[in-house]
């Protein structure tokens, strides 16, 4: 069983920065993708950023691009997602998944395998 867990949510108030983490634990895998999503109350779950291991390859929503940069280790199946100058529009639960096998589409949280519980984001006005 693999398990994923996010930490470094929080309540903070527009303007200032978080760092969110994902590791997982569990049965070993190699993954070839991870990804956050977000999910704010009423609203669908949505992309935010994902990093291709592979080719180091990283992809932004428009609304984050800018102020969110996701990095983190292949061998140790970690993320992290820095969130600067944060919006009120921000406030969500933050997820981290993973994708094992290869794919182009890293923007579709149907692709991805693992899922971990969510973190939640506060940004206050």
């Known amino acids: 069983q693999v398990q994923l867990v996010e930490s470094g949510g929080g309540l903070v108030q527009a303007g200032d920065s978080l760092r969110l983490s994902c590791a997982a634990s569990g049965r070993a895998f190699s993954s070839y993708a991870m990804g956050w999503f977000r999910q704010a109350p009423g609203k669908e779950r949505e992309f935010v950023a994902a990093i291709r291991w592979s080719a180091s390859l990283r992809d932004y929503a428009d609304s984050v691009k800018g102020r969110f940069a996701i990095s983190g280790d292949n061998a140790k199946n970690t993320v992290y997602l820095q969130m600067n100058s944060l919006k009120p529009e921000d406030t969500a639960v933050y997820y981290c998944?993973?994708?094992?096998?290869?794919?182009?589409?890293?923007?579709?949280?149907?692709?991805?395998?693992?899922w971990g519980q969510g973190t939640q984001v506060t940004v206050s006005s």
């Open positions: 998944a993973s994708r094992t096998r290869p794919s182009t589409h890293v923007r579709l949280s149907n692709v991805y395998d693992y």
